[in-house]
């Protein structure tokens, strides 16, 4: 062997296999996502890579083509190769992770091999952001066809999904939260009117098959059915000294596809647990026998169920995760 070639064996970066978060999302997504909260990127991610490279910066402003200065314009992912993302799961605590997802235009293909292939639909506040998921045999050579899809955590914003179940387009719309609603008012003082409004300029004449929107995943306990169910089966299975005290909702939408090349989408429910331990002790003296000392209410973030909003939005099947509060 010349020197060269150990030179260039020397220079080379071992290639890294995917992690074992990563692979149980690959693998099995529908358990994964059940147990764990995943919370993606809004945009494209600059966290260091797993490699501890750091990736190229690139900027939204090259990926949607449409009314990009426009407040509550549409903006639409129209190229393929910013439809696909490399994504890496990094442990937040608990059940939690977020998802850091980069356009492939920051990474070497050496860095790829690390990352694993989603679609992915970034946010743009005050604006309406618009891809179509192409079909197997419309996909580049070059590309990966993943069979996931995720688009940016949800803090309020809607989603959209229509059109076949082969090739499904998805919208993601929501709020900055430094909105002027006097010079940019509203088009109906509901916010989720606002999007249903816009969603119906922007596809007109064409029914909408799935929405998630914040009435579902931020409503409050007293308003949400899913929130009241899963309280009481979390309090009747708690185990040992843990008092469930309450529940605060969020949301995250991905979708899947089967081995027909047709997609389901979910709304991932997910809520913040509050709860506390207590101790009882037994008094030696007294009126009172024994006495219960609470700890401090602390909060434990997880999934709670699955909804199917797409291609069924109207179903009410859930998938419950029924793993227990671990404290």
């Given at each position: 062997m010349d020197i060269c070639t150990l030179i260039q064996r020397k220079r080379t970066r071992p290639e890294m296999p995917l992690s074992n978060e990563l692979k149980l999302l690959r693998n099995a997504p529908l358990s994964f996502l059940k147990k764990y909260w995943v919370s993606?990127?809004?945009?494209?991610?600059?966290?260091?890579?797993?490699?501890?490279s750091?990736?190229?910066?690139?900027?939204?402003?090259?990926?949607f083509q449409g009314q990009k200065r426009q407040v509550d314009g549409q903006?639409?992912?129209?190229?393929?190769?910013?439809?696909?993302?490399?994504?890496?799961?990094?442990?937040?605590?608990?059940?939690s992770y977020a998802l850091h997802c980069y356009n492939g235009n920051q990474l070497t293909?050496?860095?790829?091999?690390?990352?694993?292939?989603?679609w992915y639909l970034p946010w743009w506040e005050d604006r309406v952001t618009?891809?179509?998921?192409?079909?197997a045999d419309q996909m580049p050579r070059d590309l990966p066809n993943p069979s996931i899809f995720f688009t940016s955590a949800l803090t309020g914003c809607s989603i959209f999904v229509k059109g076949p179940t082969d090739s499904p387009t998805v919208y993601h719309a929501g709020f900055d939260s430094n909105r002027d609603y006097t010079a940019n008012p509203k088009q109906d003082p509901n916010s989720i009117r606002h999007w249903q409004i816009l969603f119906d300029r922007y596809s007109p004449n064409?029914?909408?098959?799935?929405?998630?929107?914040?009435?579902?995943?931020?409503?409050?306990?007293?308003?949400?059915?899913?929130?009241?169910?899963?309280?009481?089966?979390?309090?009747?299975?708690?185990?040992?000294?843990?008092?469930?005290?309450?529940?605060?909702?969020?949301?995250?939408?991905?979708?899947?596809?089967?081995?027909?090349?047709?997609?389901?989408?979910?709304?991932q429910?997910?809520?913040?647990?509050?709860?506390?331990?207590?101790?009882?002790?037994?008094?030696?003296?007294?009126?009172?026998?024994?006495?219960?000392?609470?700890?401090?209410?602390?909060?434990?973030?997880?999934?709670?169920?699955?909804?199917?909003?797409?291609?069924?939005?109207?179903?009410?099947?859930?998938?419950?995760?029924?793993?227990?509060?671990?404290v």
């Open positions: 993606p990127s809004s945009q494209y991610s600059q966290f260091q890579l797993p490699d501890q750091n990736p190229a910066f690139y900027s939204r402003e090259n990926v903006v639409t992912m129209s190229l393929a190769e910013h439809k696909i993302a490399y994504a890496n799961l990094a442990h937040t605590g608990g059940d293909q050496a860095q790829k091999q690390d990352l694993l292939p989603i618009k891809m179509r998921i192409l079909k064409t029914p909408v098959r799935g929405e998630a929107n914040k009435g579902q995943y931020l409503a409050d306990l007293q308003n949400n059915p899913d929130l009241q169910v899963y309280l009481n089966y979390l309090k009747t299975s708690a185990r040992g000294n843990l008092e469930i005290r309450s529940l605060i909702g969020e949301g995250n939408v991905f979708g899947l596809r089967d081995a027909t090349g047709n997609w389901t989408f979910y709304l429910e997910v809520v913040t647990v509050q709860y506390r331990t207590f101790t009882i002790r037994k008094r030696m003296l007294g009126l009172r026998s024994s006495e219960t000392i609470y700890s401090a209410v602390q909060n434990q973030r997880r999934p709670m169920c699955l909804r199917e909003i797409f291609p069924n939005g109207g179903g009410n099947a859930r998938i419950w995760n029924t793993e227990p509060v671990r």
